[in-house]
């Protein structure tokens, strides 16, 4: 009876079971557990006690992982990295190698990922190292690593990587915020930079980029600004390190690293400078600030932040109440502060409150902090490309003055201005001006005006 | 051994399988069995008749209910959770990424197989009288299994799945009056975000599957009910030959008297042949043999398939990034590819003017022929615009761009 269908129910069953076993075995035996095995017999060779050799032997075999709950990240390296923490390992074979000079960004705090990019809930090799399809951050190339500083350094100098420090600069004094948006600061001519790091760039096409933008990305307006290689490797780290992951953030709300970076930020709030020097750089009612680190004992100038006490003759500093965690990032500001630091900290103060400049000086400086400088150029005398508008380039505004009256220019700056074409049939310039009426002040205008008109050359008044 | 065997027969009463009585006292004494006839037609079984669209559909929907509780296991339906559970079932949990391949292919199966058993039904006019009803009931499953993976594409929380959906829930919105506001009531919101993901998965494991097996058991009861699988058409014709016969014999007359129509003959000759016996078999085993063998398959090709091929899984979901151009999920491509033209018309007129037709097609088609060379134009037309959406699915897949602008699928993309 059936016997063809019987047959058949049974040869489907037995590839049925099959599937089901290949499967099981496929999902008990993936490759990490081969990296542990061998791990485990590097260490028990290593191992003379017999004892603890046969214990390393048994270790079970399982996935480790560093949770960071704060900043949503599991870290799996340490499933097949197994030695990151054992200096006896110094001398191992990848993956078991000892990872020398963690200090002060330890494992259990920091995990892997957060300096080395690459998908931490991965447990295979590929996968976890990348670059893989659809996980957008690969493990930075070594020579990239330091980018990853500047994800929680978001201020100040950064030890040991200078390059991050010229990037930032090259930010806020070339006029690229008058194109790029960077944590909602900058207008929207160019894409928006908050989470460039997260966008699949690879460093060489983000130094290509920078040495010839249109050579990537050919329509792009972006104009040439002629960076030097230095300044191109710069930038590049500077823009794999630029993320929305809130890790700056995070690192600062858990005060376990005295963060120079913190310390610069309150230092700017309690406006040190305004009595303090940093090598002769601002204020002389107390004492230089530079050196003071290795001066004094790091007990020392905690105590004094926390509750100053009179120093000599000297009346004592003022209370500002610093909790102590604030005292430590401080300090350690204080180790690698510069009169550089005190300059711009001088600078930031005075940008946010008048100290007394003129109302053309205010203005300078607000052409240089919001971007004008990146199109209309250096002390505003023009010269940017800007193919198929009226003249073929960005105007200067040197002769702002001689065109419109000041109400005329302000409610250009307010509303933007798209260019005329100098051929109809051609496509449209690729820079416009963009309205600036939610990022600039009314008094910002007016200060900014004030400067267009202080450079009005002398000639023109022969007209 | 007493033990075991009276534990054997205090769970089996019935007769021993050697015997035609335990046969069908199987079937007739197990909850799981008794849904089937004793007895069914031989010409039933041919799996040229029906391919066992209808099983197969049913088993996806086991394979699909079994693997979606595994993964319930693990799946937290928050935002800042569920992408990490995809990335821990991947790659932490035991069988995890097996399972939850299995269960993405099964639900594109699932849509694939239902669709080709409506179209074996209505090839063979079995939807005709006195199945009108129960072909109703299966359009509202078709539905039913289209909102199934709909609702169940979002839970990933990646970008396919957040683009997918924001896609999909924006056609719907295109509808009158009524579009935005359900648009709304589904998301819990105005666009996608931890509201929807939460009304998504209660409807994607509660609501509907519960309603999909309240309507998967009044289907197959009405199947019972109706009369048993529909029999062949070719069979049908000749039988009608021989009620032809039996109507023109005078024996046949009275036999048939006070019925109104051919068909209503040819069931009473067939019924009459059934009683006879004449192509009559058991269902255990002719039957559940080849039931068997179907789950089998199903299970191989489903299993294999998981095997070698792993479910896609994109970056975390990102509202602020919008993949150009955004695809709703492949099934509804064809509705995407309409909207372009037009999103009234393309969006929800033809869409709801299709639904509404599946619905009323028997009873708008009264024709009693079943033959399908009898019934060309209305197969021509079923299957062209099956055909069409088929067309416009493989267009949404493979031929559109950035813009939604035709492009050549092996010009490559800029990546």
């Known amino acids: 009876m059936d016997k063809r269908a019987q047959q058949v129910f049974a040869l489907l069953s037995l590839a049925v079971l099959a599937v089901t076993l290949a499967a099981i075995v496929e999902a008990g035996r993936p490759p990490w557990k081969a990296y542990q095995r061998a791990f485990y017999r590097l260490a028990a060779s290593r191992e003379r006690d017999a004892t603890r050799r046969q214990r390393l032997l048994r270790e079970p075999l399982e996935i480790k992982q560093i949770l960071l709950p704060g900043l949503g990240r599991v870290d799996r390296c340490p499933t097949c990295h197994l030695g990151v923490e054992d200096p006896d390992l110094a001398d191992a ?24 990019g690459g998908q931490g809930l991965a447990t295979e090799k590929t996968a976890a190292h990348g670059p893989v399809q659809n996980w957008l951050q690969p493990r930075l190339p070594r020579r990239y690593l330091r980018a990853s500083c500047a994800c929680c350094h978001t201020e100040g100098e950064i030890p040991g990587v200078p390059e991050l420090g010229v990037a930032r600069q090259i930010f806020a004094t070339r006029g690229c915020p008058g194109c790029h948006r960077l944590n909602s600061f900058g207008n929207t001519i160019g894409p928006e930079l908050s989470d460039e790091a997260r966008r699949e760039r690879t460093p060489e096409w983000l130094e290509q980029h920078f040495r010839d933008p249109r050579s990537m990305t050919p329509p792009s307006p972006m104009p040439d600004f002629r960076f030097t290689q230095p300044e191109i490797e710069a930038l590049t780290l500077w823009v794999l390190s630029l993320t929305t992951e809130p890790m700056a953030a995070y690192y600062r709300s858990v005060p376990v690293i005295p963060s120079a970076s913190e310390g610069r930020r309150l230092a700017a709030r309690a406006n040190c400078l305004h009595c303090h020097a940093i090598q002769g750089a601002a204020g002389s009612l107390a004492c230089n600030l530079a050196g003071m680190a290795t001066r004094r004992s790091a007990r020392y100038i905690e105590r ?3 509750e100053p006490e009179p120093i000599g003759t000297r009346a004592a500093m003022l209370a500002f109440g610093f909790s102590q965690p604030a005292c430590r990032a401080i300090r350690a500001f204080l180790e690698v502060a510069t009169a550089a630091d005190a300059r711009t900290l001088l600078d930031n103060a005075s940008a946010l409150a008048d100290g007394g400049e003129t109302l053309v000086e205010l203005g300078r400086r607000r052409t240089l902090h919001f971007g004008c400088v990146g199109c209309h150029g250096g002390d505003l005398k023009g010269g940017v490309k800007n193919p198929n508008s009226q003249g073929g380039a960005v105007p200067a505004l040197i002769h702002l003055a001689d065109d419109y009256t000041r109400e005329e220019a302000a409610t250009i700056i307010r509303r933007g201005k798209t260019p005329a074409l100098e051929d109809p049939a051609k496509p449209a310039p690729p820079l416009y001006m963009p309205s600036w009426k939610k990022i600039l002040a009314e008094e910002d205008i007016e200060r900014i005006l004030a400067y267009a008109w202080s450079l009005r050359p002398k000639e023109s008044e022969a007209w | 051994m007493r033990i075991l065997r009276e534990l054997r027969d205090s769970i089996r009463r019935r007769a021993p399988l050697s015997t035609p009585k335990g046969r069908v006292q199987l079937v007739f004494h197990t909850l799981w069995l008794h849904i089937h006839p004793v007895k069914v037609h031989k010409s039933r079984l041919r799996f040229t008749y029906t391919g066992y669209l209808g099983f ?24 800042a959770y569920a992408y990490q559970d995809m990335k821990d079932l991947e790659f932490a949990v035991f069988l995890g990424k097996f399972t939850r391949n299995l269960h993405r292919w099964s639900a594109h199966a699932m849509i694939v197989v239902v669709v080709l058993h409506m179209y074996r039904v209505f090839v063979t006019g079995s939807y005709k009288k006195p199945r009108q009803f129960n072909w109703a009931i299966g359009v509202l499953l078709l539905v039913l299994t289209l909102l199934l993976s709909f609702t169940g594409y979002l839970l990933p929380w990646d970008q396919l799945a957040f683009w997918a959906i924001t896609v999909g829930t924006s ?7 009524l579009g935005p506001k359900l648009k709304e009531l589904l998301l819990g919101g105005t666009q996608v975000g931890d509201a929807a993901l939460i009304r998504f998965y209660v409807l994607h494991c509660i609501a509907l599957p519960g309603a999909m097996a309240l309507l998967t058991m009044v289907h197959f009861w009405r199947i019972r009910k109706d009369g048993g699988l529909s029999p062949p058409p070719a069979e049908v014709q000749e039988h009608g030959a021989a009620a032809l016969e039996a109507v023109t014999s005078d024996s046949g007359r009275a036999e048939l008297a006070g019925t109104q129509s051919g068909a209503v ?32 398959a199903t299970l191989l090709v489903m299993m294999t398939v998981s095997l070698v091929w792993g479910a896609p899984l994109e970056e975390m979901a990102n509202p602020a990034k919008t ?23 393309g969006g929800v007129a033809a869409p709801a003017l299709i639904i509404l037709a599946l619905l009323a097609l028997p009873y708008l088609d009264t024709n009693p022929e079943r033959r399908p060379s009898k019934r060309k134009l209305a197969i021509w037309i079923f299957s062209l615009v099956l055909l069409a959406n088929l067309v416009f699915i493989v267009i949404g897949t493979w031929f559109r761009g950035e813009g939604w602008k035709w492009v050549w699928p092996w010009s490559g993309s800029d990546g």
């Open chain 2, 323 to 345: 993949p150009n151009p955004a695809k709703a999920p492949w099934y509804f491509l064809g509705v995407q590819e309409m909207v372009s033209y037009s999103a009234f018309l």
């Open chain 1, 93 to 116: 074979p990848h993956p078991f190698r000892f990872h020398p000079g963690l200090e002060p960004h330890r494992v259990e705090r920091f995990g892997c990922t957060v300096c080395h």
């Open chain 2, 265 to 296: 003959a040819v069931a009473a000759v067939m019924a009459a042949r059934a009683a006879r016996g004449e192509d009559l078999i058991l269902s255990y085993p002719y039957a559940f043999h080849r039931e068997g063998i179907a789950l089998l």
């Open chain 2, 56 to 79: 197969i559909s049913f088993y996806l929907f086991l394979i699909l209910t079994a693997t979606g509780i595994a993964l319930m296991f693990y799946y937290r339906p928050a935002a």
């Open chain 1, 304 to 306: 004094q932040l926390e």
């Open chain 2, 171 to 177: 056609i719907g919105a295109y509808a009158p009056w």
